[in-house]
């Protein structure tokens, strides 16, 4: 059965990656890891002076369980020896419901509000709902000396958030790969994310990055690699410049007929304003994955995977301190 699936990925224009995943989440809303911090000085310090504000339950992380699926894939609609270009089209969608323990806390926070005369956020775990369609052009160019591959991407896309309207997009990116040997390749890129809000702000994003993969004397994968960010924006608190630095290993063994592999990423961002501190923003977030694809479960191709995935965001403002801890059950497919 796969010697037929090889032979049909060879012949067959099409190309599918497919994925479900099925998660609890320590952190389904981005929310706060603090129970308290310093808010909008330019308001409060003159009233309050320098003093810590206690963040409500919707402002803080809020447990859940994830649930949702990734569709990427292409057609080759002309290829020759040394190019190809590929139709693409995506398709995502996460959704999530909310723990009991998250489900007491918003209600607390709601009866505190109706109780001062407030309405009631009604906090939903669908509030958190994502999903994005795209539609795209994809171009790659051999070298003569077959040393590296030159690759062009073009995609336009639309998000939604919580079940409307969010922004759409234009991304684009350029990549050149160059071996240096059988064991070693280099990566570079540059890529655009243009976003034009249909609620909140609208966003342009500009990337740099550059890698080293390398196959070691084992067997196993290294990856080394460092990118640099901009982004502007006319709601200027959004605005930031980002260093991110990522690392990744790849078993290149099976251990007990399951694929390994391993990724760690630390990045640094800087925002210019904030509205809660006069120096701005400035957040250290280091973050760890390790997956496994149990190929001996293998039905039409589909083989099971299993992700654990934590991170640690550490601002200077309590609001953006952010703990996150993951685990997904997935099913997974090249074909």
């Known amino acids: 059965m796969a010697q037929d699936f090889g032979h049909v990925r060879q012949q067959n224009p099409w190309q599918t990656h497919l994925s479900f995943t099925l998660q609890p989440s320590s952190n389904i809303n981005n929310g706060s890891a603090r129970d308290s911090s310093s808010l909008l000085y330019e308001i409060l310090t003159p009233l309050l002076g320098e003093s810590e504000v206690l963040l409500g339950a919707s402002s803080k992380a809020l447990s859940g369980i994830e649930t949702g699926f990734e569709l990427q894939s292409r057609y080759r609609f002309h290829q020759t020896e040394w190019t190809a270009h590929d139709l693409r089209f995506g398709l995502s969608y996460r959704t999530y419901?909310?723990?009991?323990s998250a489900k007491a806390g918003l209600a607390a926070e709601d009866a505190a509000r109706v109780a001062r005369g407030e309405?009631?956020?009604n906090v939903d775990g669908s509030d958190f709902a994502y999903g994005t369609v795209q539609l795209g052009y994809g171009f790659k160019q051999l070298r003569k000396d077959?040393?590296?591959e030159f690759s062009l991407t073009a995609d336009i896309g639309q998000s939604y958030y919580g079940g409307?309207?969010?922004n759409s997009y234009f991304r684009t990116s350029i990549g050149q790969s160059y071996y240096l040997d059988?064991?070693?390749k280099l990566n570079f890129g540059i890529s655009t994310d243009i976003r034009r809000a249909q609620r909140g702000a609208d966003q342009e994003q500009l990337s740099l990055s550059a890698g080293l993969s390398k196959k070691l004397a084992s067997g196993d994968g290294l990856y080394l690699g460092a990118s640099v960010s901009t982004l502007s924006s006319d709601l200027e608190r959004l605005e930031y410049d980002e260093v991110r630095l990522r690392s990744g290993y790849?078993?290149?063994?099976?251990v007990f007929n399951t694929s390994l592999q391993f990724g760690i990423s630390t990045s640094f961002r800087d925002y210019d304003v904030s509205p809660h501190d006069a120096s701005g923003r400035r957040e250290l977030q280091i973050s760890a994955e390790a997956t496994a694809t149990f190929k001996q479960i293998d039905y039409m191709g589909f083989n099971p995977t299993l992700s654990i995935t934590a991170s640690k965001t550490n601002s200077n403002i309590g609001l953006y301190d952010v703990n996150r801890l993951g685990l997904s059950i997935g099913i997974a497919s090249a074909f």
């Open 164 to 166: 409307e309207e969010y």
């Open 97 to 100: 419901q909310l723990s009991n």
């Open 119 to 121: 309405a009631p956020q």
């Open 182 to 184: 059988p064991q070693n």
């Open 146 to 148: 077959r040393r590296g």
């Open 250 to 254: 790849v078993l290149g063994r099976e």
